[in-house]
């Protein structure tokens, strides 16, 4: 720790080394190789979700009698699944569900949690009492099982799935950014602020706001690892996606019954499902390395 | 300590009282008429006005709820719809179950997590631990029903080693039920593993960096005692307090596994319950489930007062 400190020093004297902003950033994440790889994988698994269109080579939904369950050929890499349906080409569609999935789950979570932990730390008394035994509560129920209750009850289908998703995922944004708030709230630039007259809405929103994002930025990107997940199990017990629309999950449901005959159709949906997730969690874990004070 | 514990206990009851209002919430903020969803599509309309009348839906929301709230004091969760048995009667029936599950797999995750946890600190920045800390991020990363469904086809199908599902009380058949036990255990215990491990690791870590290490290595004491006496003793503490956090993961990961390896236990009959629009059921499911975690928290809690003195004193 303290070598890297005095290396860090010197080379500031020598030249000046960026020490904040974008480029240090990058070049400090860029240090971790294993986080690297996270993040070309993501990128990876993006830019087929986007381009999937381009890049599967046959329609996902498009049945074929001739081809059922057939084991993987040079036509069909991957195999085929129980309506002849090209596995390849319903995997990169499956990575559209999925990814829509944990993006927009995780962005339910932070638009409700994140508001609303923020103000709970920043007016606390009884509004922020209120609010830490609600998400007591919340967090008292174990995270599949009100997930699958709120979707039971919301009716299945990939949106449903997604605010089922978002429900659960809240609690642990609002505790994230309640406890930002409450340490950044007594340090002295508030406290300028606040002598400058500034209202406190804008004090919340332009001060503190851009100084508590760090760990709530870790924090979603390991929210929408295990949003992935949640979505993929979801469909597998048939509450998410519905078909036809492919979903890694929903692939796995069908699977389950062929397991004996076409292995095939169960084992590339959980490898990407599985490869997916990690290269999340690597990007979440290279993040915190760089953002958290505590591990520089 | 009293006082410690006293106040813990405080805070414990508004948490109740607003699992209660959000479980009861999940049901009556179902979208639709309750009695005819309950009653199912086919009932007639009287049918549907009568269990209206039997379900107090003819009463204002809160009067509903205190009525609810009062049976559920008396230990009465209502009779689920599938089978008109009482929901408390069946939960106990299943419970055990996933007592059971969750008690073996919690043994497989501590045995391998602790060692490897262990390891992997002493022998930071090696290949051990490099090895130790890429396994547990794939493990926390793997997904737990995908596991499921290929150790099935590796060890039941394929291999033909192990039964591929079912369940078997242990005092009936004992080694049948152990065999049984193993695929889910092993499902449920990986996650579960792979957490502690990386807890495990870090605090060793820390402790590692301490003085009373320094001076137990400087007394000429041998690495295993420092290690295994002095620092894993320290290191265990906020591992311990994880537990209650591992009681939530459990019962979530108990729902699919049970469900993939056919273990009659909550978990599978939350995922029925919830198919079949059994609500009663997945209201007493949800409630039993969070009841458990808010106590186990609490013990926790009090535990860890009581393994580090300093929490009681600082909090209280």
Known sequence: MATRQVTLSLAASSRPAPTIGLRYFLHRYARNRLALVGLWVVLIVFSSAAFASVVSPYDPIKTDFGNLLQAPTRAHPLGTDDLGRDILSRMIFGARTSLLAGVISVGIALAIGLPLGMTSGFVRGRFDNFIMRLTDALLSFPFLVLALAIAAILGAGLSKAMIAIGIVFTPGFIRLSRAQVLSEREKAYVEAARGLGAPDARILWKHILPNSLSPVLVQASLATAAAITAEATLSFLGLGTQPPTPSWGSMLNIAQAYLSRAPWMAMWPGIAIFVTVLALNLVGDGLREVLDPRLR | ?316
Not at chain 2, 264 to 271: C, V
Not at chain 2, 273 to 293: E, K, N
Request: charged share 15%; with cysteine; aromatic share 6%.
């Open chain 2, 1 to 316: 300590m009293t006082r410690y514990i006293a106040r813990r206990l405080m805070l414990t009851i508004p948490v109740l009282l607003l699992v209660s209002i959000i479980v009861f919430a999940l049901i009556n903020l179902i979208p639709g008429d309750p009695a005819q969803i309950f009653a199912g599509n086919e009932a007639g309309r009287d049918v549907v006005e009568a269990l209206r009348k039997q379900m107090g839906l003819d009463k204002p929301m809160v009067v509903r709820y205190l009525i609810w709230l009062g049976r559920l004091l008396h230990g009465d969760l209502g009779k689920s719809v599938r089978d008109g048995r009482p929901v408390l009667a069946t939960l106990l029936l299943k419970l055990p179950v996933t007592i059971e599950l969750a008690i073996i797999s919690l043994t497989v995750a501590w045995t391998i997590a602790v060692p490897a946890g262990v390891l992997a600190a002493w022998k930071r920045r090696s290949a051990v631990d490099y090895a130790a800390t890429t396994v547990a991020l794939a493990g926390i990363s793997i997904p737990n029903f995908w596991l499921g469904i290929m150790l099935i086809y590796l060890f039941a199908v394929n291999l033909r080693w192990l039964p591929p599902s079912g369940y078997v009380e242990p005092w009936k058949e004992p080694l049948r039920s152990l065999t049984l036990m193993i695929l889910p255990a092993t499902v449920l215990g990986t996650a579960l593993a792979a957490l502690v491990m990386r807890l495990l690791r870090s605090s060793m870590l820390e402790v590692l960096g301490t003085e009373f290490i320094r001076t137990a290595q400087a007394k000429g004491l041998s690495d295993k005692v420092v290690i295994m006496k002095h620092a894993l003793k320290n290191a265990m503490i906020p591992v311990a307090t994880v537990m209650g956090l591992q009681l939530g993961g459990l019962l979530g990961g108990a729902v699919i596994t049970e469900q993939i390896f056919a273990v009659p236990g909550i978990g599978r009959l939350a995922i029925e319950s919830i198919l079949t629009r059994d609500y009663p059921m997945v209201q007493g499911v949800v409630l039993c489930s969070a009841i458990a975690i808010v106590f186990v928290n609490f013990s926790v809690d009090i535990l860890y007062s009581i393994l580090d003195p300093r929490i009681g004193v600082e909090t209280a």
